[in-house]
């Protein structure tokens, strides 16, 4: 490792949170997010709307990541920014904004993969957290993904198994639509779901081949219950909503962790690391613990802060690239869907 202090700022656009980070090498000093409040109202990320909020914020969260680090512009050593994937609109305000500030400053340009970059935020330097050791699996879970990665090294990466159709966090999000709860739901169906029973309501798993994952069938079964059960009975979902959530939680949860189990099985990797808004999860953190008991794992999660979109984890891939002098080019275009 270099035994220069390097001074990076990043900054992550794909949805619909704008923030920027400054790293010191491997650790965070900043780690600034807006929020984007107004797409609570139609249940959903509207992608014109967020590219438009994002311009709004770039400046105003960049020029507080710096300040609270208290560190100047002309003492960073590079900028690195998401080129993808995600929304193409939000996409291009932080890549142009990135590209015009390593410009005007002189310093290199540096491009990160949103998705390997929740991978790697396990290696920002925090106090009282192990890092993952090589090889490891990575499950990343969030409102767009769903994928099981085997992970060799840093930028040794490869996908063994992903979603066919919907990812988690929008089963999650889709499940609490039905049930008239809010956007997003997850975090609502997670609190719900600690005081409800987990075996009240019995959903079916998809059976979807080896590693990959299928939650289309799922959110289609707690559609079809619901109304079955509602013309039942009127009040259906205010007499029973925790056991619903619970329920809905505890299948989600057995549909990851199978899925788990089977690729720690195949692979015989036995360290395992999770990622991603989904996460941050109380059921899959619980869930990824007793895997340690029962099969003789080593788990890895991440600060709260860590697993939603946020700069911090944009800026350590940006400090491994800039250890290998990885650089993007000017004309580096964003790709909304960019692989790992």
Not at 44 to 58: D, F, K, T, W, Y
Not at 129 to 156: C, D, R
Not at 180 to 189: D, K, Q, T, V, W
Request: proline letters at 4%; charged letters at 20%; hydrophobic letters at 40%.
């Amino acid at each position: 490792m270099s035994s220069q202090n390097i001074y990076i700022l990043s900054i992550e656009s794909s949805c619909d949170d704008t923030s920027a980070a400054i790293l010191c090498n491997d650790k965070v000093l900043s780690n600034v997010v807006a929020t984007q409040k107004i797409h609570e109202e139609y249940g959903g990320v509207v992608p014109e709307l967020a590219s438009r909020a994002h311009q709004q914020n770039i400046v105003p969260v960049v020029h507080q990541a710096l300040k609270k680090a208290n560190v100047t512009k002309d003492q960073l050593h590079a900028v690195a920014f998401t080129l993808g994937p995600g929304l193409m609109g939000s996409l291009l305000v932080g890549t142009s904004f990135a590209k015009s500030l390593a410009y005007g400053l002189n310093i290199p340009l540096i491009d990160v993969n949103h998705m390997q970059a929740h991978i790697l935020a396990h290696f920002i330097t925090e106090d009282g957290y192990k890092k993952p050791e090589f090889p490891f699996l990575a499950m990343t879970i969030s409102g767009g993904h769903t994928q099981i990665v085997k992970v060799t090294s840093y930028f040794n990466m490869e996908v063994i198994g992903e979603t066919i159709d919907d990812a988690v966090g929008e089963a999650y999000d889709k499940s609490g639509k039905i049930l008239g709860l809010g956007y997003p739901a997850g975090p609502e169906i997670d609190k719900r779901a600690q005081l409800g029973n987990p075996k009240a309501f019995k959903f079916t798993k998809p059976k979807v081949e080896g590693l990959n994952f299928s939650f289309s069938g799922f959110k289609t079964a707690v559609l079809y219950f619901i109304q079955r059960e509602v013309k039942e009975n009127p009040n259906f979902i205010a007499e029973n909503l925790n056991d619903i959530c619970a329920s809905i939680q505890y299948t989600i949860i057995g549909i990851l962790m199978d899925k788990l189990k089977l690729a720690a099985k195949q692979t015989g990797i036995k360290h395992i690391a999770i990622g991603g808004g989904v996460s941050a999860n109380s059921g899959i953190r619980k869930a990824l613990k007793d895997g340690e008991q029962k099969f003789g794992w080593t788990t890895y999660i991440p600060k709260f802060e860590y697993t939603t979109d946020n700069a911090g984890m944009i800026g350590i891939v940006g400090y491994l690239k800039y250890l290998e002098s990885d650089f993007a080019k000017q004309d580096v275009m964003a790709s909304s869907r960019l692989k790992i």
